[in-house]
């Protein structure tokens, strides 16, 4: 009895597993079935019908979780108070697919596009033959999101879309401390699959080339957030100042007050004490301003 009792509660808790809702849902023709929301349920029950005039349907969400609770599932709202259903526009995403693939890759350099997917957010019976993109940049750092083009008449029409993708990004080998440089000894590269990225991931290490900004675990995607330059000039470094004026060049000597890049601008302190600004011009050489 309690093996069988056991074998009830095992075969029940899919059906009672929670569900829970968006905000918009795709449909070819009407009736909408349990399956236009969950494409992998096992039961299969009409929610409610729609005219296939009908290019939009508004419905509460309260009807639809009363509807599976009807049948014994539990489906979850949130902040979800209305859904939206969207009837599938005939249209061919295939030349907007390409030109998101296009920009991408012109961002990352390392980027492996296996698909990309655009689905208009309204119905759409046709897409306009001009059309500007518009793209954030800041999409670029996710896999999927929304974007719009203008068209000629200054419509904008909205989509949303998925890019399925991997990216060669580099991570600290061991933890790394803020000021250390960065070489193929203390990083791996690694294939990631695209998903979210606080910033563009560097694309080379080199020989001191740069250096951490920040403290990094492993298993962090460096970025250029967490960057600078090497810098070829230390601070406390006995640097030779030129002074330029025509032809001729005044050379002195002078202490670093700052660490400094090529093309830095830093403070340099002369032997009488006085600080000044210069620009670093090479390993131990600045420029006077």
């Known amino acids: 009895m309690l093996l069988r009792f056991s074998f009830f509660i095992i075969i029940s808790i899919p059906l009672l597993a929670a569900m829970h809702l968006q905000q918009q849902y795709y449909f070819k023709t ?10 992998n ?17 508004r419905v509460k969400s309260t009807q ?19 859904v939206n259903f969207v009837k599938m526009s005939p249209v061919s995403t295939a030349r907007l697919e390409e030109q998101l693939a296009m920009r991408y890759r012109t961002v990352f350099k390392n980027l492996h596009v296996k698909k990309v997917s655009v689905t208009p957010r309204s119905y759409l019976s046709k897409l ?16 999927e999101g929304v974007f719009s083009i203008k068209t000629a008449d200054k419509k904008r029409l909205f989509f949303n879309y998925r890019i399925d993708a991997t990216l060669e990004v580099y991570m600290p080998r061991h933890p790394l401390k803020r000021g250390d440089p960065l070489t193929p000894m203390n990083t791996i590269k690694k294939r990631i699959v695209l998903q ?11 020989v001191k080339k740069y250096r951490l900004k920040r403290s990094m675990k492993p298993n962090r995607i460096i970025t250029r957030r967490d960057i600078e330059l090497y810098p ?18 005044l050379q002195f000597s002078a202490i670093a007050s700052q660490d400094g890049a090529k093309n830095d601008i830093i403070t340099i302190q002369k032997k009488d004490g006085r600080r000044i600004k210069a620009r670093v011009i090479a ?7």
């Open 30 to 39: 009407g009736p909408i079935y349990s399956t236009t929301l969950f494409p």
């Open 41 to 57: 349920i096992k039961k299969k029950f009409i929610l409610f019908n729609i005219n296939n005039n009908r290019t939009h349907y």
């Open 64 to 82: 639809l979780i009363r509807r599976f609770k009807e049948h014994n599932l539990t489906l979850t709202a949130g902040s979800v108070r209305y």
């Open 128 to 143: 306009p033959q001009e059309y500007t993109l518009l793209f954030s940049e800041k999409n670029m750092y996710r896999s």
């Open 196 to 206: 979210k990225l606080r910033a563009l991931p560097i694309v080379e290490t080199g």
């Open 232 to 249: 070829i000039v230390k601070r406390g470094s006995s640097v030779l100042v030129e002074l330029k004026s025509g032809s001729v060049v």
């Open 283 to 289: 390993a131990g050489r600045v420029e006077m301003e």
